[in-house]
């Protein structure tokens, strides 16, 4: 039986946030193509993260411009940059991998494979501070499914420093601060969950594009300006603007 979708999720608008051009508060700057980017570092942490991140590549398959067979140890700098900057569920959209917001503003494929963090840093504030959430309904979730304890038994993380802790967003485990958490709770709160069959189980540590989740998941179709995602071990609905912070979430803060 198909999922069923209960308190459809809002469309917010897609906020004002100068066009997604990472001034951000003053603390972002916009990328500059005269100017090499440093890349997503979060995202060439180490070995295993090196493993997980080309894991991830094969799993979601169709994810874009890396083929198949392509070998962790090919990866250039630019590789990772790209991989770290494109949300699996946004692999096969055109432009691929960027967020629909921005893509609606004008952000293009090249523009934000070439983002660093600082530049990804300032698009989030933007955003955020354009942000018109609606008042969540009194039940809604105040917090994720997984504890940091059981995020780091399934990755294999280390323990997260004094005051930040681990979600996942769509397969990739991030480490937040207390305020990015925070912001990613009220994210959460204002979040449609489909009705899933009993039978069905969602694996957290899955990165999967928007027709892979509907096929895995047996979801309903979504209108224009919705989006899936999947939150720790929770398929969530949200609104474009909505999916463009979680996604900025999703590469600000992943290990």
């Not at 070995?47 to 991830?56: F, K, P, S, Y």
């Not at 840093?121 to 959430?133: C, E, K, L, M, Q």
């Not at 499914?145 to 323990?159: K, N």
């Amino acid at each position: 039986m198909a999922a069923e979708m209960r308190n459809p999720p809002k469309n917010h608008g897609d906020g004002h946030g100068n066009n997604g051009n990472g001034r951000g508060n003053g603390n972002g700057k916009k990328y500059d193509r005269a100017e090499p980017a440093r890349g997503n570092d979060n995202a060439r942490g180490g070995n295993a993260d090196l493993a997980r991140i080309a894991t991830g590549i094969a799993a979601a398959s169709g994810l874009i411009y890396l083929t198949p067979d392509m070998d962790a140890a090919q990866f250039t700098d630019d590789d990772y940059r790209t991989i770290a900057n494109c949300p699996p569920g946004l692999a096969k959209k055109d432009p691929p991998c960027v967020p629909p917001g921005l893509a609606k503003k004008g952000v293009t494929y090249q523009d934000w494979a070439g983002y660093d963090q600082d530049a990804l840093r300032g698009v989030f504030d933007d955003r955020w501070t354009a942000y018109t959430p609606a008042v969540p309904a009194p039940d809604a979730p105040r917090d994720t499914a997984l504890t940091s304890a059981q995020i780091r038994q399934i990755f294999d993380l280390p323990a997260e420093p004094e005051g930040k802790r681990y979600a996942v967003i769509d397969g990739r485990p991030v480490l937040l601060s207390a305020e990015d958490y925070e912001k990613l709770m009220t994210i959460n709160t204002l979040a449609a969950r489909p009705t899933l069959a009993d039978s069905i189980t969602v694996l957290p540590d899955a990165a999967l594009t928007q027709e892979q989740l509907i096929n895995r998941y047996n979801l309903p179709a979504l209108g224009d300006g919705q989006n899936y995602a999947v939150l720790d071990n929770q398929i969530i609905a949200l609104p474009d603007q909505s999916y463009d912070l979680l996604q900025l979430i999703r590469i600000l803060g992943a290990v």
